[in-house]
Every structure is written in C-alpha cells, then in structure tokens.
C-alpha cells in the first residue's frame, strides 16, 4: 500500500495534470477563435456585383450609367472646377484627369477628381478609382466598390483592367474562378491592344 507521501504525490500529478490538459483545451480553443479565417474559395460572382455606387444599369443597354443624383452632383462639381480653373467651359476628361495628377501629394483630392472623370466613363479613371479603393487610398478601403470599378473599367476598354480582371477570374483571386471568362476578358485585351488609340473628345 503506498505511503502518505506518495499518494500526496500521485495527486499533485493528477490535479497538474488535469490542470495542464484544461489549459492546453481553452489555449487550443483561443487560438482557434482568433486565427485569421481562410478566404472564401468561392469568391465574389462577377455578374452579381452590380454598378459602382452612384450609378444604375441601364436595362436597355446593361451599361452603368449615371444616377440623376449622381448626374447633379457631378455637374456642380464641373461648374466649381471651371470656376478654379477660371474658365467659362466646363473641364473636360483629359483636364480632370491633369488635374488629378498634379494633386497627387493630396489623396483625397486626387480621388475625387479622378471620381468625377469615372462618372463621365472613363476607363482610365475608373481604373484608378477601383485601385485607390483597394488599397485606402484617398478614401476608405472597399474591395467590392473597387471591384465593380475595375469592372466598369475593362468595360470601357481600359487595356490594363481587362488583363487584371482576367488574372483574377483566372486565378480566383477575390472572385470566383472562372478560367473561360478570363479567357474572353484576354481576347478582348489583346483586340484592344490592337485598336489605333482614336482622340478622345472633350465632355
């Protein structure tokens, strides 16, 4: 029969025991509960994301275009910029965009400059907008409402959100892989790389 010496010990490695296995259990449980979720393998579904905030599809054409309240507010935006610009014409596109530019030191301003031209459809500052959006810049981060930028974008033919958006689909990055629709977007890059880059005409 052991002694009352070790029957002490015997319990002591019981009670530390029992002790370490529940503090490996609500050690194992936290680190679980914290650990970082691994990204969804589905993806966004690029037909389901919609237009950019601001904009509506046009059931006739299946285009974004301008919501009224966008339409007005992007209109007094216009007719404050001629009046920095000291100019009695409204800006257009290319100017916005050189105007975007040089405020480069000043995200905010440099976002809603290139916003403005995004309204107006064009690819390259839609482009633009969807990259400042994912990566915070000059406004909050937002993926999705970047996403449906780089989506208007390699609508307007902006060579360089064609050939992203194709990576992604192929790859499944953010959206849900679809290796026959990065094909498709492919195709339309290359077509595009072979347009004639025809003059753009001021708004």
Request: aromatic residues 6%; glycine residues 10%.
């Amino acid at each position: 029969m052991p002694s009352r010496k070790k029957w002490k010990y015997i319990g002591v490695g019981i009670v530390g025991g029992a002790l370490g296995s529940a503090g490996l259990l609500v050690a194992t449980i936290f680190i679980i509960a914290l650990w970082p979720s691994s990204p969804s393998t589905s993806g966004v579904v690029l037909s389901d994301i919609g237009c950019p905030t601001g904009m509506l599809e046009n059931m006739a054409t299946g285009k974004c275009v301008m919501s009224d309240e966008t339409e007005a507010t992007v209109s007094t935006a216009l007719r404050k910029l001629s009046r920095v610009g000291s100019s009695n014409h409204l800006p257009n596109v290319q100017q916005i965009k050189s105007m975007a530019k040089k405020a480069a030191s000043d995200e905010t301003l440099t976002f809603k400059l290139y916003r403005i031209a995004a309204f107006l459809g064009d690819g390259e500052s839609q482009y633009e907008v969807g990259g400042m959006l994912s990566k915070g810049r000059g406004a909050r981060e937002a993926n999705m409402e970047a996403l449906r930028w780089l989506h208007e974008a390699a609508h307007n033919d902006h060579l360089e959100a064609q050939v992203r958006l194709a990576h992604m689909l192929s790859s499944g990055t953010f959206v849900k892989k679809d290796k026959r629709l990065a094909s498709d977007w492919l195709h339309r890059a290359e077509a595009n790389r072979k347009l004639p880059k025809s003059k753009e005409v001021g708004i």
